[in-house]
């Protein structure tokens, strides 16, 4: 197993008033040559928006972009008639494909919106664009690993234009858990939400990231009560 340890401390601090960013690969002003992807995995972007502030209307095209709030509630608007809010146990996915617009936006004029964005590469590009979001119920976390999106749409997760597994857990101090790579060549972003844990004998501790590869499983040991999310994408 072939380990990158990503520290939560690490990662490009962006602080525009209304949006604190926290950038784990390069993007917008934040560059770092040794951090521009992990594999097919382009962006995780940890973002805080103001009461009422957002993303106006922008572009995207042939990028998978995988939504996740943390707390509080985002209103998306796209150019393909899509419309809605999403909150915390909801996923949203977006495949951009041949070209979509869309805005986001903090959906309460009083408490702040904190959400997970990451972009993945496509496997077929120029496809026609989509949007999905769905509500998960968050018993289905507990101590163990709930797929949320996939290729193959296992455990009701939402379809996904690449051979890409995110997976959620909520795990209770004490426990550990297996996963096992569901593809050939892939490798896994593990990113610890909230909590500590120890990966292959690496301490973790809240946003703290560790990506393996070249590896069919590995093993999390969890220190305190936590919440991880696991990024599986090619890589290459």
Known sequence: MKKI?????DRGIQNHGWLKAAHSFSFANYHDPNKVHFGLLRVLNDDIVAPGMGFGTHGHDNMEIVTIPLKGSLAHKDSIGSEGIITANEVQIMSAGSGIKHSEFNASSTEEVNLLQLWVFPKERN??????????DETGF?????????PD?????????????????NFKQGTSASYKLNFNGNGAYVFLIEGKADLDGQSMEKRDAIGVYDTEAFDIKFLEDAKVLVIEVPME
Do not use: C
């Open 153 to 169: 749409q296992v455990d009701g997760s939402m379809w996904i234009n690449q051979n890409a597994v995110f997976s959620l857990g």
């Open 142 to 150: 507990d101590n163990k690993f709930q797929t949320v999106v996939s």
């Open 5 to 9: 340890i990503h520290k939560a401390n």
């Open 127 to 136: 496809i026609e664009p989509r949007y999905d979001q769905k509500q998960f």
